[in-house]
Every structure is written in C-alpha cells, then in structure tokens.
C-alpha cells in the first residue's frame, strides 16, 4: 500500500502547487486536505475536510498520516494583526505537527522563510525561527525545514510588493553566484515539486534546505 498524506495550506501558491503534485504521486494513495472552504476539487485520492483551525483537535483521526505537508502563511495586511498573523504562522502548524506525530506520522515538512531566526530583530523572521525551533523539539523521524527566497508565481490575491520584487529578481538573480545563490527568486512550482521529492528521502532528524537547494532539488532528472 502506498502512503498517506496531510496536507494543510493548499489554497496558497505553493500549497496548491503541491496539492497536484500530491495526488499524481504514485507513492501516495490517499491526500487528506484540511481547508477552511471547500477546494471544488474531485480525485479519487483527495479527502477533503473543512475545519476550524482553531478546534483542530476535533478532527485529530484525520492526522494519521505518514507525510505531513504544511504550507500555511499569512501576511499583516491579510491577518490584521500581528496576533492573528501569529496564530496562522505559528500556532497552527505546531498544533497539526503534535496532533499528527500523535496519530504516528513519520515526517513533517514545513514551508518557512528565508531568514528565520529566534534571536532576529525583525518580528516575521524571528517568529518563523520559533515555529522552526518548537517544531524541532516534537520529535518527528524526520523533519524537513524549507527556506525559500522571494516566491514567484501567479496568486489569487495581487501583492503589489511581490509584483514589484518579483521583477527585480528576475534581473538580479543571474548575478547572484556562489553563497549569493541562495537569495534568487524562486518559482513556487519548483518549491512544491522540492517538498514532495524531500518527502521521499530518508533524512533523520532535522533538515533545513535553503532556496537554493530547494532549485537544485526541483531540477534533478528523475
């Protein structure tokens, strides 16, 4: 029998890029997506459940997954509040990742940033380090953290800021060699189809990958 997968945040750009890489996946027989509104999505391997985020203990059976897939992330302007955006960022993803290694999942895969740091100055970056450092502690046999650059990619929703640093990269990003590689934009697509490879691997304990490897991973001929 194939795996089973969870994955949470499929309405974004690289959660729904995910999402189809997921279900056309031979080493999956089953994707379970918990939404908030129904994707309007049929397939023979899709389980759809709506939940409330902030009852997620309700639906814990549904988190009995070998693979967990978090793409959950907000911004400010979306949230409203740096309270709100917290609770999206952080407490959410830490509630699935314990409730689904509770339920026995092997592996955890989060979507992070790019400069996540506990100890940064700038609160986006220092709340990403929490969530990675308390993910850390769970204990997953694997735990896969990704760090993509600016993502790249057409949203529902317009962001001026992306539309305008996504067009600078595009320019800057051949410049940027060697440690500096890191900092290219990235196509969400290539993010998604990175996550689902690494889900595949055998990598014990605690993994970061940096956008840069991310792009190397996505590229490799399978």
């Known amino acids: 029998m194939g795996k089973r997968a969870l994955i949470a945040g499929s309405t974004g750009l690289v ?24 994707l309007q999505i049929v397939h023979s391997k899709l389980t759809e459940k709506i939940v409330d985020f902030d009852q997620l203990e309700e639906v814990q059976e549904y988190f009995a997954v070998d693979d967990v897939f978090c793409c959950l992330g907000t911004t400010i302007k979306k949230a409203k509040s740096q309270d709100a955006m917290y609770k999206i960022d ?10 689904a290694k509770e339920q026995g999942a ?15 100055s700038v609160w986006y970056s220092k709340i990403k380090g929490n969530l990675e450092q308390e ?3 769970i204990g997953y046999d694997s735990t896969s953290i990704l760090r993509p650059s600016l993502l790249l990619g057409n949203r529902q929703e317009f962001r001026l800021g ?6 600078i990269f595009k320019v800057v990003s051949p410049l940027l060699v060697g440690p500096f590689r890191k900092y290219r934009a990235i196509q969400a697509k290539n993010v998604a189809l990175a996550m689902y490879r690494i889900a595949q691997l055998t990598s014990p304990g605690v993994t970061i990958y940096p956008s840069d490897k991310l792009a190397s991973i996505a590229s490799r001929k399978q």
């Open 162 to 167: 992306e539309q305008w640093g996504g067009s």
């Open 135 to 137: 993910l850390s502690k």
């Open 106 to 120: 092997l592996h955890f895969l989060l979507i992070s940033s790019m400069g996540a740091n506990p100890n940064s």
């Open 15 to 38: 959660g729904n890029e995910l999402l189809h890489y997921l279900l056309e996946a031979e080493e999956y027989d089953q994707v379970i997506a918990i939404v908030r509104s129904s």
């Open 90 to 99: 952080v407490e959410y993803p830490l509630t699935i990742a314990r409730l």
